[in-house]
Structure formats: structure tokens, C-alpha cells
T-cell receptor
């Protein structure tokens, strides 16, 4: 069984300051992990993904995440927030015996960026 | 460019009518298609998974007779909300996984359904 926990429902930062969005997972198999961003009334866009290669993953728009197996974490970070980063962020774990790829979504974290 | 399209992007209908939402994988053959619904300020809830030419697999609690899924080809899946009621109003999103791209999902832009 798999699960994913996004520890914060809301994160508020000032523009230009670092961003940390937390995600913990559990998985019976070697998981694939993803971060997606959703702007209001839009579909989801992939920020980055971990698929058992390098543990530090760089994504689009300056975001990166580090897979830490010992901590079962996959936190999303960005050195300097921009106003356009304000959105909903979802951490997703995907596993499946035989490659069924059924994903599990976190509840989402709303990132608020103050000027 | 967009990998997945959805049509329509928004629809308003009267209670009791049926609504069809299309999900197309553009330029690529989708191995699997997923249908989600999303309530305001909430996460995505997986409704069903479908593969081309086979019956959709519905998640627990999702009425298969209410939400009909037809995966007609490797690039097209449709979700029909039958006899829609106001409680079916939601944001419906499809996603696909593509051959050779592992478990990464490509999401459509979503369809906003409002049932009056």
C-alpha cells in the first residue's frame, strides 16, 4: 500500500525568500515520486519527478526536491519565491506491482507569496 | 505544447441531463488514462483508470453506471456523467501515461461542470 502526506495545507512566504513544501510518503515498493503545480481552474503541470535515479532532482522554474529514503521524504524547495509561484502544489506517489501505475495524491499545499 | 486536451473546458447543464467529456492524448499513444474529480480547495480524487479496449476500473465508491467511461482508442477516452445532479458539479480532470515515459502523468486542462 502507498500513501502520501503533505504536512502543511498552507505555506506563506515573502517574495524573494526560500520555499519549503513538505511531503512524506510510504510505499511497499520502490516508488516514483512527483510534484505537480496547479494554478486556479487549470490542470496540473509537472514540476519534477524522482524515478530511482539521482536523489536530488531539479525541476522547472527553479524548484528542486531531494528523495531521502531514510526519512521517507520528498520535500520541494526553491531558493527564492516569485509572485507567480503562488498556486496549489501536489505531491504524488506512484507504485504498483506489475506496473499498474495507480497514483496517490497528497491533499495539496497552497503556496501564498506576499510582495 | 499540450500533450492532453479536454473538451469542453466548461459546461453548464440542467439537472437530469447527461454530459460527455472528452480526453484526447495529442500526438502520442496513451498507455493508460485516468479520470479525476476535484472539489474546490481539495485534492484530486481518482475516479477510474482505463486502458484502450478494456473496461475501466472504478475506484471504490464511484458509481460505474453514473460515470460511464469509454476508452475508444489509444488517444481518446470519454467520461459521461449520466442524469447529472447538482452534487455532480465539480472540476473533472483526465491524465494519461505514455509509452516509454514510465509513471509520469500528463494532465489535461480540466473541465468545469456545473449542474443547475
Amino acid at each position: 500500500a502507498q500513501s502520501v502526506t503533505q504536512l502543511d495545507s498552507h505555506v506563506s512566504v515573502s517574495e524573494g525568500t526560500p520555499v519549503l513544501l513538505r511531503c512524506n510518503y510510504s510505499s511497499s515498493y520502490s516508488p516514483s515520486l512527483f510534484w505537480y503545480v496547479q494554478h486556479p481552474n487549470k490542470g496540473l503541470q509537472l514540476l519534477l519527478k524522482y524515478t530511482s535515479a539521482a536523489t536530488l532532482v531539479k525541476g522547472i522554474n527553479g524548484f528542486e526536491a531531494e528523495f531521502k529514503k531514510s526519512e521517507t521524504s520528498f520535500h520541494l524547495t526553491k531558493p527564492s519565491a516569485h509572485m507567480s509561484d503562488a498556486a496549489e502544489y501536489f505531491c504524488v506517489v506512484s507504485e504498483g506491482p506489475g506496473g499498474s501505475y495507480i497514483p496517490t495524491f497528497g491533499r495539496g499545499t497552497s503556496l501564498i507569496v506576499h510582495p | 505544447g499540450a500533450v492532453v486536451s479536454q473538451h469542453p473546458s466548461w459546461v453548464i447543464c440542467k439537472s437530469g441531463t447527461s454530459v460527455k467529456i472528452e480526453c484526447r492524448s495529442l500526438d502520442f499513444q496513451a498507455t493508460t488514462m485516468f479520470w479525476y474529480r476535484q472539489f474546490p480547495k481539495q485534492s484530486l480524487m481518482l475516479m477510474a483508470t482505463s486502458n484502450e479496449g478494456s473496461k475501466a476500473t472504478y475506484e471504490q465508491g464511484v458509481e460505474k453506471d453514473k460515470f460511464l467511461i469509454n476508452h475508444a482508442s489509444l488517444t481518446l477516452s470519454t467520461l459521461t456523467v449520466t442524469s447529472a445532479h447538482p452534487e455532480d458539479s465539480s472540476f473533472y480532470i483526465c491524465s494519461v501515461t505514455l509509452s516509454g515515459r514510465g509513471k509520469e502523468q500528463f494532465f489535461g486542462p480540466g473541465t468545469r461542470l456545473t449542474v443547475l
